[in-house]
């Protein structure tokens, strides 16, 4: 039988050279392992001994199985330590590392439509003209021959901060501020931008969408110039099969004054479902310049006349990429937004 030291020395020999958590396993199995462990085999037998040796073989066993248990919790310790040191040397974050592509996000539809538009017209000799989404009552109805109490006033009904202050509901005022800016013509601008109206949310109207208002003022200007115009624009934003026409309408601005419809794209004007059934989609309003227009915004209508047109760039990106619901747009779903 050995001796509880010899069994110390050993076993703390074994514990110290162990590499690893196994190892460590095994060494504790062999000599603390509740039956068949050496240092429980060296307990079994201690019956047969005479009571003076008894104790003291029980005392140095007891000794030798806490010496072997310390051992192996500082080793665990030790190795533990050695296992941490290494994953900080091994899998320490590289600051400098390069991290995963970003992915690249686009121009938003309504914003390429948008664009478009600009640049077919600046083409064609038009300037871009900003103007305010808050207006005043007078640019956005007076000045466009929409007198206080005039019925179509229903029609641009918007959200007021006073009743001289209001959200714009049109493009429109802009062409006010374009003439009074540039006084003298010819004048040639286009004028993109948000509105609002009063209006609930459904597939075709929003109370806050965007138009494209155009404004030409020269000499002598016809509804040929104007539907032209309108037709190249028209084909060089959905294609040369499309067809325009216009059909006589009411605005106040205007005289006279019309829708202005384009062929349908998906049916081609033979009429379907999308286009119910008309084979013509409807995207704006266009006229002659009212004279008293004219007038409101500083220019001679006996010198000089012009054409206007607003569209809705919602209404336009809808009629491009046959999209049926307005709501759409602006909402941040990108199974929509990813596919133009
Ligand atoms: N401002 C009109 C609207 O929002 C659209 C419009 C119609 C603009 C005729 C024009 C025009 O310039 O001539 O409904």
């Not at 050995?2 to 196994?22: M, R, V």
């Not at 808050?134 to 229903?154: M, S």
């Not at 931008?193 to 109370?207: F, K, N, S």
């Amino acid at each position: 039988m050995s001796d509880p030291s010899a069994l110390t020395t050993e076993a703390l020999a074994a514990i110290a050279q162990a590499p690893g958590e196994d190892a460590l396993a095994k060494v504790e199995l062999e000599y603390l392992g509740r039956k068949s462990g050496r240092v429980s085999r060296l307990l079994a037998n201690i019956g047969q001994l005479p009571p003076a040796e008894k104790a003291a073989l029980g005392k140095a066993a007891n000794e030798a199985k806490r010496a072997i248990e310390a051992a192996l919790a500082a080793r665990r310790a030790e190795l533990e330590q050695a296992r941490l040191a290494d994953l900080a040397e091994t899998e320490a974050i590289d600051v400098t590392f390069p991290g995963p592509p970003l992915g690249r996000g686009h121009i938003h539809v309504l914003t390429q439509v948008r664009r478009q538009i600009e640049t077919v017209l600046e083409s064609l000799g038009y300037q871009v003209e900003l103007g305010p989404e808050v207006e005043t009552e007078w640019y956005n109805f007076e000045a466009l021959n929409i007198t206080a109490g005039h019925p179509a006033r229903e029609n641009w009904d918007s959200f007021y901060f006073s009743p001289e202050l209001l959200l714009r509901a049109h493009t429109s005022p802009v062409q006010i501020r374009a003439m009074q800016r540039i006084k003298e013509p010819p004048i040639y601008i286009i004028t993109p931008g948000r509105c609002y109206r009063r209006d609930a949310p459904e597939a075709t109207r929003l109370p806050y969408f965007s138009q494209v208002e155009g404004l030409a003022v020269d000499r002598g200007m016809t509804v040929g110039d104007m539907k032209g115009t309108l037709l190249y624009m028209i084909q060089s934003l959905y294609g040369a099969d499309r067809k325009v026409r216009v059909r006589p309408s009411y605005f106040p601005f205007t005289e006279p004054s019309f829708e202005f419809d384009v062929s349908c794209g998906i049916c081609g004007g033979m009429g379907c479902k999308s286009c119910r059934h008309k084979g013509w989609l409807e995207v704006g309003g266009c006229g002659m310049v009212h004279p008293q227009v004219l007038r409101n915004g500083g220019i001679d209508p006996s010198q000089w006349n012009g054409y206007a047109w607003g569209f809705g760039i919602e209404r336009m990106a809808m009629l491009k990429h046959d999209v049926d619901d307005i709501r759409l747009f602006y909402e941040p779903d990108l199974r929509f937004l990813e596919q133009f």
